[in-house]
């Protein structure tokens, strides 16, 4: 899919291919409100519509990424609501059926992320993002909603299952897959290693993307 994108705006990646093949496996979408987390440049806001979604909020900490997601959608007729800011700025709204997420989830020395690097970098153990998304996303869903999440296996996937379960939603893995690693991760990937992120002389991540399923979670209603 080509896609027009802003500098420094996260391009499209596995990652982002992975969480559209795990949202076609589905069932439909249609009339559901869905909410693209971390939006980049809109792809999976445009998959949503395409699967059916009766409206898609786009929520982004970076300008440049929500018009990028605007102009792409625009480019193709689907109308998008735009938010900017943290993906907890979407708890002021009615709550969503769908909730695609592809946040930052590489591990980094650095503690606090900047420039372009927002969008991959989540400090010392890729969790500064996925911590607070596990406990805040059963909170965005609706009675019946669902949502997807994609990262890699660094970040620590038994972590993300164990924290959603903790607040009372149904949490697995739907799909995976095994990539080579990107520039990001060669030029850290001695680093990673010494952290124990890695195997020594690992080349290969494995990414997965985990369902939630928010029925009977008991939690507070704010719809």
């Given at each position: 899919?080509?896609?027009v ?32 987390v ?42 998008v ?57 059963p ?61 020594p002389g ?11 399923d ?10």
């Amino acid at each position: 899919m080509l896609v027009v994108r802003a500098p420094r705006v996260y391009r499209p990646q596995a990652d982002t291919w992975l969480l559209c093949r795990a949202l076609r496996e589905l069932s439909p979408v249609g009339g559901g409100r869905v909410l693209d987390v971390c939006a980049g440049t809109g792809v999976l806001s445009l998959a949503a519509a395409a699967a059916g979604a009766h409206s898609v909020t786009a929520v982004d900490l970076s300008w440049p990424a929500l018009m990028s997601t605007w102009l792409n959608c625009r480019l193709r007729g689907v109308t998008v609501q735009l938010l900017h800011g943290d993906f907890t700025a979407a708890l002021r709204l009615a709550r969503f059926d769908l909730v695609l997420a592809n946040p930052p989830y590489v591990p980094s020395a650095a503690h606090t992320a900047r420039g372009a690097a927002l969008a991959w970098d989540a400090g010392p153990d890729g969790r500064n993002v996925l911590d607070r998304l596990c406990a805040t996303l059963p909170d965005l869903l609706t009675e019946r909603g669902v949502g997807l999440i994609v990262h890699s296996v660094m970040s620590d996937t038994d972590r993300s299952l164990a924290q959603l379960r903790d607040r009372g939603v149904d949490a697995r893995v739907v799909t995976s897959d095994t990539i080579p690693f990107g520039p990001v991760l060669r030029s850290r990937a001695g680093w990673l290693a010494a952290q124990g992120h890695l195997a020594p002389g690992q080349r290969h991540e494995e990414l997965v993307v985990i369902r939630v399923d928010r029925t009977s979670c008991p939690v507070g209603d704010h719809s």
